[in-house]
């Protein structure tokens, strides 16, 4: 999560917001959060505070965005409704999007381009639909441009939403406005950005691509993955039955049960609803099943929180849902009131229980120490390396010699480095001055009969982390070549 | 005020709320950092 803050402020010295000084990691950040730390690294130069603003900033953003869509789609109840995308009972996504500021950018450009494709169908003025068009165009080659991701949850489900629409022969006033043609430009814009993402830009700059994804066989291990990964973003988590997780299970249950009713709601024609929720109720289950589809018929490397950026859409398709049923009023607040409280309670027990917890206070007496002691250079493992720089305003600099928990050791190979989320120039610069190595407990416990260096020499410790101290490098070589 | 006009300025106000809250306990203190 610091990388992104490195990168930022790597972006701030240097012109436009793509560099080939950067190891990038799954995909290219195009249209991206660095952009918002880039700007604030021009006016502070205390690195908490550029992470501070620009964490409300992009929370603010993604609300703006939410507000546009909910306008278009005619839901009521914004205020309450929003608050969920804050308030929620997710690890996950308190973890991924409001704390790690991921997929922000996926979501918000996937909240305005159906929110611009319903006002695209509603309006009659010419001048704004051209507008719109453009808008929506640009988005999508640029989106196409960062990778994969926004074509996997956002163009592709569009597009079999439009064949979907026009097999089942859906008609209304919605549907005029030529928005199939949107959508069929929009995935070529799409894939034309990535196009030119493996052919013209991977060949500039360093991340990971994604050409080598292949097919396999069905595995129904891969739909289970993806059902517990759902069920785990809405709040379902693992702990003592008789407990408070049974209330927050319960409440993630039912809302995946509320899912799916709204789903069928939107998708029967029984129900009378408007086209605009079809259309919405559409686009959710064609990325539930562009997601499903892909991690069950091919290796593309699976984690739960990639479903977060189309999952997020369960939101409105809920409330939308309710607003359109024929239920009575009250019936209709009463459940709106339930859902509301439910959703705002899993929300405030998890702030209540993360309150509590600082996950830096033993880097930060690292952090300490090494600047009190001058040590502004050295290595680590990734988790323990961008998090020091971050922490000592730049002051320290990491070279990253492998994944956590990797079996890489810094012993035996100094110059091996990490190609992920760091500086490119770490491959060929070597740390001047003196010289840190940082463990975490477990890793010199792992490495102890290969570590080189000997307990005396540890500059510091603490319960969590293990830190040598050398004079220069040639003397973390010598403790090398000393074994 | 209207009951309606009421409930209105009640959920903006909650919206603020729970983003000063977000701001000032979680971002603010850097609990949330990693």
């Known amino acids: ?483 | 005020m209207k009951k309606k006009e009421l409930i209105q300025t009640l959920s903006w106000l909650w919206l603020i709320a729970i983003l000063a809250i977000w701001g000032g306990v979680f971002v603010e203190t850097n609990k949330l950092l990693a």
């Not at chain 1, 953003?61 to 109840?77: E, R, T």
């Not at chain 1, 502004?376 to 390396?385: A, D, P, Q, V």
């Open chain 1, 1 to 483: 999560m610091s990388g992104e803050l490195i990168l930022g402020e790597l972006l701030s010295r240097e012109k436009g917001i793509l560099t080939e000084k950067w190891f990038y990691s799954t995909e290219l950040r195009v249209l991206n959060t660095q952009i918002i730390f880039k700007i604030f690294f021009y006016f502070f130069e205390s690195w908490h505070t550029v992470r501070w603003i620009s964490s409300i900033v992009l929370i603010l953003i993604m609300l703006g965005s939410f507000y546009y869509l909910m306008k278009q789609l005619n839901c009521k109840g914004f205020p309450f409704i929003a608050a969920c995308l804050i308030l929620n009972p997710s690890t996950l996504y308190f973890d991924v999007v409001l704390k790690g500021l991921y997929y922000i950018p996926h979501i918000c450009i996937s909240f305005l381009t159906i929110g611009m494709i319903i006002q695209y169908m509603k309006t009659d003025n010419i001048l704004l639909k051209k507008i719109l068009f453009f808008i929506m165009t640009a988005l999508s080659l640029i989106s196409g441009l960062g990778g994969l991701r926004q074509i996997v949850i956002l163009y592709l489900p569009l597009l079999i939403v439009l064949i979907l629409w026009k097999i089942l022969g859906i008609r209304g006033n919605v549907v005029s406005g030529k928005w199939n043609i949107l959508c069929e430009i929009m995935f070529l814009g799409s894939m034309l950005g990535y196009l030119i993402n493996i052919k013209v830009l991977s060949k500039r700059f360093i991340y990971k691509k994604f050409t080598e994804i292949e097919y396999k066989d069905f595995e129904l291990d891969s739909v289970t993955s993806v059902f517990n990964g759902i069920l785990h973003t809405l709040g379902y988590r693992n702990g003592n039955i008789f407990s408070v997780v049974s209330v927050i299970n319960v409440g993630a249950i039912a809302l995946l049960v509320l899912i799916l009713i709204s789903l069928l709601a939107g998708l029967s024609r029984r129900c009378r609803i408007s086209n605009t929720n079809r259309f919405l109720s559409f686009y959710f289950l064609c990325a539930l099943l562009v997601f499903t589809l892909l991690y069950s018929f091919t290796n593309m490397e699976y984690s739960n929180r990639y479903n977060v950026p189309f999952l997020v859409f369960s939101v409105p398709v809920i409330f939308l849902n309710i607003q359109e049923t024929e239920f009575s009023r009250n019936i209709k607040k009463c459940l709106y009131t339930i859902i509301l409280i439910s959703i705002y309670f899993g929300g405030l027990y998890q702030w209540n229980f993360r309150k509590n917890i600082d996950t830096t206070s033993q880097i930060k007496e690292v952090s300490e120490y090494l600047l009190s002691h001058e040590v502004s250079k050295g290595y680590s493992t990734f988790w323990n390396g961008n998090v020091l720089t971050e922490l000592s305003d730049g002051e320290i600099e990491v070279w990253v010699h492998s994944p956590t928990g990797g079996e890489t050791n810094i012993w035996e190979n100094t110059d091996e480095i990490y190609p992920w989320l760091q500086y490119t120039d770490h491959v060929n610069n070597r740390p001047r001055g003196k010289v840190f190595v940082l463990l975490s407990k477990e890793e010199y416990d792992a490495l102890v009969e290969n570590v080189m260096a000997e307990w005396a020499d540890v500059a510091f410790s603490n319960d969590t982390y293990v830190l040598f101290v050398f004079d220069d490098y040639d003397d973390l070589q010598r403790s090398v070549a000393r074994g």
